[in-house]
Each structure stands twice: as structure tokens, then as C-alpha cells.
């Protein structure tokens, strides 16, 4: 818990400038309010961080196989696809935390930006009608 608190106040602390007590009540009362949101990108996140794991170490030991035993075909590879998956491990878990890192202060900026009301240049113009509350978000626009 301890954790999810920190990480997320160190994301608020990116995004406002305030200090670490003002920026963890913050991100707890953001969570707080969209619990809903903050779950379902949790559950989709951590379906995705599986999958893309997963396909990593997957398609390194693979591909390191068809490397070895191509350049080597006498060479019996079990030891050498061990050292794959290993390295592999390694390479996704530091992978996907960057990834899960870049969801969680993605869906802090997307929520603070539509609490705020900042409907700037920064907002491309497929995403602003998602931070218009005035317009349901499966409306289509019909500007053409």
C-alpha cells in the first residue's frame, strides 16, 4: 500500500511541484475519487504487463535458438537458452515497470488535466472530446 501511495506521489510531485505530504493527499484523493478508472486501468495494466512479459522472454529465447542453432548446430543449446530466458527476465521486468510507470502517470495527467477544466493546445483534438464533459464520449463529432 505503502508503495502504490509513494509511487503515485512521486507522479504528483512530477506533475504539480508540491512537496511530498501535499502531493501523496493529492494523489490519494484522486485515486479516491476515481476509483473506478483507477481500477480498470490497473486490472487492464497488469493483464497488459503479463502479456508483454510474457512476449518478451518468449521471443528472445526464441529467437536466441534459432541464432545458436544456426550459427552452431552441433552445439547442444539448454544452458545457453537458460542464459536467454535469465537475461530476458531481466530485460522485461525492467521493460514493463517503465511501461506500467509510463500508464500510471499517464491516467494522473489525463484525470488532473479534466479536473482542472485546461483545455489547452496540448490536448490532441481526438482526446479533447473526451475531456469536454458537456458531450457524451461516444458522441461523434460532425465538424466535416
Same mark, same amino acid.
Request: hydrophobic share 50%; aromatic share 12%; glycine share 6%.
Given at each position: 500500500?505503502?508503495?502504490f501511495?509513494?509511487?503515485n506521489? #512521486?507522479?504528483? $510531485?512530477?506533475l504539480?511541484?508540491?512537496?511530498?505530504?501535499?502531493s501523496?493527499?493529492k494523489a490519494?484523493?484522486?485515486?479516491?475519487?476515481?476509483?473506478?478508472?483507477?481500477?480498470?486501468?490497473?486490472?487492464?495494466?497488469a493483464?497488459?504487463?503479463?502479456?508483454?512479459?510474457?512476449?518478451? $522472454?518468449?521471443?528472445?529465447?526464441?529467437?536466441? #535458438?534459432?541464432?545458436?542453432t544456426?550459427? #552452431?548446430?552441433e552445439?547442444?543449446p539448454a544452458?545457453?537458452?537458460?542464459? #536467454?530466458?535469465?537475461?530476458?527476465?531481466?530485460?522485461?521486468?525492467?521493460?514493463?515497470n517503465?511501461?506500467?510507470?509510463?500508464?500510471?502517470?499517464?491516467?494522473?495527467?489525463?484525470?488532473?488535466?479534466?479536473?482542472?477544466?485546461?483545455?489547452?493546445?496540448?490536448?490532441?483534438?481526438?482526446?479533447?472530446?473526451?475531456?469536454?464533459?458537456s458531450?457524451?464520449?461516444?458522441?461523434?463529432?460532425?465538424?466535416?
Amino acid at each position: 500500500c505503502v508503495k502504490f501511495l509513494n509511487k503515485n506521489a #512521486y507522479i504528483q $510531485i512530477a506533475l504539480m511541484g508540491t512537496n511530498f505530504c501535499t502531493s501523496a493527499k493529492k494523489a490519494f484523493f484522486l485515486i479516491l475519487r476515481n476509483a473506478f478508472r483507477f481500477g480498470t486501468v490497473a486490472i487492464l495494466g497488469a493483464m497488459i504487463n503479463v502479456i508483454g512479459f510474457l512476449f518478451i $522472454i518468449a521471443v528472445s529465447v526464441a529467437l536466441g #535458438y534459432v541464432i545458436l542453432t544456426g550459427l #552452431y548446430p552441433e552445439v547442444a543449446p539448454a544452458i545457453s537458452l537458460v542464459i #536467454y530466458g535469465c537475461t530476458a527476465y531481466v530485460v522485461a521486468k525492467l521493460f514493463m515497470n517503465v511501461f506500467g510507470l509510463a500508464v500510471d502517470t499517464t491516467l494522473q495527467c489525463f484525470l488532473a488535466c479534466e479536473e482542472m477544466d485546461l483545455h489547452g493546445d496540448f490536448v490532441p483534438s481526438s482526446m479533447s472530446r473526451w475531456l469536454d464533459k458537456s458531450k457524451p464520449i461516444g458522441a461523434d463529432d460532425d465538424d466535416d
